[in-house]
């Protein structure tokens, strides 16, 4: 073995322990891995920024303290809590690494300006979707961070050294010919896959085209520049142009860990260009890794779909019901106005029953009060009516008696006794004296029922006036006409006594013509013939002559028409003692009736509180009911116009999850054809390394070999990497990398 080789193995040796010593050394250090994810338009326009962040061995410390200017920022993988200030954050780690992303709104310090060609013109990218021609493509990257230093005495621009490489797969049914000038074609079946890659601000940083290689070296700096580009060109044959996504990452971990200050001969040169291999590696590695992450993403996406699809039908549902719901609800809230109105008339209605129950109430209670006053004048009726019955009878049976036939035969010829004795003064005054015994005693009998006639009267009186209360508190039109049918009856009984009144008025007034006779007659104890000799005086004097005579006449009609009188008033005998019979026999059936009326009103009245109180409760609810039923009529304005909302709504799902199902799936396509890119950028990254860096690796040998202002400048870009840990903000006592992945918007037929 050569003593050249024998150094190599042992600087492996030492490396391989140095390397495992920072890493234990790392483990017990907080450290942050940022990355950046990128959507940009076709022409490389940054559309969303989404930032990524690992918070390594977070959970030795169970607190860490973090700096981030991330808006939206979410825990992804755990619970733990975080609390905020300005742009400090504080995590409750516990015992976990952190996981957490945010978005972006600032400058990225990387990017990429894309432009097209087409037949050697200018064209927009959407232009090109389903041209055929002469294809070119120019990538410019670029690299806005940079830093003042001071590189051998003079101040000096240097750039943060970013390497960023772009992969795409393109179908060999579109593309033919397809070259890259900073960058490998690989071939592989159906497709060609793309790599090129540039190192924005490099160039300007290591300022090659200012070194002096001396007389004995001539090389070419241009070509040297060739290999550290911003630019890339890719030209192809094209036939119905489209394109997919690209992929472009970008870091400056490669320069990170190499470092140029310890250069002090060709080996040490050398030994720098391993180290920029072994950095190259690294990016190999995170292309497998991204390679990996987009198999799983893969699998996942169809199971997405799926669900998307699943989603799609519910909200196909989900509008149907919606819009058979608004109907429902329009139906509902017509009939809510409907019942409004109804209720306003329900209320009017329950105001007005309140108000005639309680006029009802107290017309039944005046009811059975005066039904009360008729009870309490029932219960003394039946004896008062009997009584009266009783006394009718005798004084009808009185009255036939007095004014019988056979009496009226007798008054008749006493008083043609009388006027004939009259006439015949001398031969017929015992005959006109026994004339004037029988007119007295008539008369006499008549004066006997004077008392008894009054005493009918008043009772006949007393009844009729209570028959006539009766009738103002009638409770139906039926026992109104029953006591008033009742009063006319016994006003004919007045009348009818009324008529023998006057007939026996009139037999006195005949019997008294002269008023000295009255007194000659009145006790019977006068001589007879005194009497007589007054009459022989009388008879002797011509006026009083003519006065008896006069009244003879008169006597002698009376009593011819109170015969008459007296057959009319025997007729009624029969139909006032029937009909008074007939009354005697009802009076105990309305007495009681009346008793039952007074206790069923009784019975009514008794619920009078209760039915009042009712009244008032109702016409309280009812306000209540009239109240609720505003506020309902008020609120259906509300549901219709939410209704209409969600309808609306439910059908701008419909159509959206209709899209996001096309779109899913396209989706789904682009990541299957990422992911089988992924594997494929993953393998040309490999070759990138071995074809590109290896390469560069030689080509800077050659360059840096007797150049020794470029040792500072390399060392002042190894300083920036170094410097360069974060995107979004990173703690001051943490390690830590940023990378860059961005992915530029797909160019399709559809899209134009």
Known sequence: MSKAAAAGNTKTVTESV?????????????????????????????????????????????????????????NTKGNEKFTQDDSTLTWDAKKNDIYYQGTSDKE?????????????????????????????????????????????????????????????????????????DNGEVVSEGDNDIIMAYGMPGLKDSLDLAGLDFGDDV?????????????????????????????????????????????????????????????AANKLVDGADTLSDGLKTLNSNIKKYNKAIKTLNKSVGTLNTGATKLKKGVGTYTKSADKLFKGVIKYSDGTKTFAQSTKKYTAGAKALVDGAGKISSSAEQFPASYKQFNDSLTSYVNGVNTLLAE?????????????????????????????????????????????????????????????????????????????????????????????????????LDATTN????????????????????????????????????????SALQSSAKTMSDSAATIRGYKTPILEASGKINASVGTLTEAVKTLYKSGTTLTANNKKLNDAATTLTKSSKTVKSGSKQLKAN????????????????????ATNTLVTTTNKVAKGVNKLDNGA????????????????KLTDTMNSILDGVSDTKDRAEAVNNAAANYKSFSGISGEMDGSVKFIMTTKEIKADDK
């Open 18 to 74: 140095n390397t495992k010593a920072a890493k234990k050394a790392d483990a017990s250090k907080v450290s942050k891995e940022e990355t950046v994810y990128v959507t940009m338009d076709a022409n490389g326009k940054k559309d969303e920024v989404i930032v990524s962040d690992w918070l390594k061995n977070a959970g030795i410390n169970g607190k860490i303290s973090d700096v981030s200017d991330l808006k939206d920022i979410q």
């Open 108 to 180: 990225l310090p990387v990017g990429m300006e894309i432009s097209y060609k087409l037949d050697g013109k200018e064209v927009s990218a959407k232009d090109l979707a389903g041209k055929s021609g002469k294809f070119e493509m120019n990538i410019k990257y670029t690299n806005s961070s940079k830093k003042k230093v001071t590189v051998d005495g003079k101040e000096t621009e240097i750039y943060t050294p970013f390497l960023m490489a772009t992969g795409m797969i393109l179908s060999t049914d579109k593309f033919q010919n397809i070259k890259v």
């Open 218 to 278: 001539t090389i070419d700096t241009d070509k040297i520049n060739d290999k550290i580009t911003d630019t890339v060109k890719i030209t192809a044959d094209v036939k119905d142009f489209e394109m997919g996504a690209s992929y472009t990452v970008a870091t400056a971990s490669l320069f990170k860990d190499i470092d140029f200050g310890d250069i002090d001969s060709l080996d040490d040169l050398d030994d720098k260009m391993d180290d920029l291999k072994d």
């Open 406 to 506: 056979e009496n009226m035969t007798k008054l008749s010829s006493g008083v043609n006794s009388l006027k004939a004795g009259v006439e015949s003064l001398d031969s017929g005054l015992t005959s006109a004296i026994s004339g004037v015994d029988t007119i007295n005693a008539v008369a006499k009998q008549l004066e006997g029922t004077d008392a008894k006639t009054k005493a009918l009267r008043d009772n006949i009186n007393t009844t009729k006036e209570k028959m006539e209360t009766a009738v103002k508190n009638a409770a139906t039109e039926q026992e109104k006409a029953t006591y008033q049918a009742q009063v006319q009856l016994y006003e004919s009984m007045l009348t009818y006594m009324d008529s023998v009144q006057k007939a026996g008025v009139g």
């Open 513 to 552: 013509g002269k008023p000295d006779s009255e007194v000659a007659d009145q006790n019977g104890k006068k001589d007879l013939k005194l009497g007589l000799q007054t009459m022989e005086a009388a008879t002797s004097k011509t006026s009083t002559e003519t006065n008896l005579y006069n009244g003879l």
């Open 636 to 655: 259906s304005g509300t549901v219709r116009s939410g209704m209409s909302t969600l309808a609306g709504g439910t059908k701008k799902l419909y159509k």
């Open 679 to 694: 594997s494929k950028l993953a393998s040309g990254t490999k070759e990138f390394k071995e074809d590109g860096v290896d």
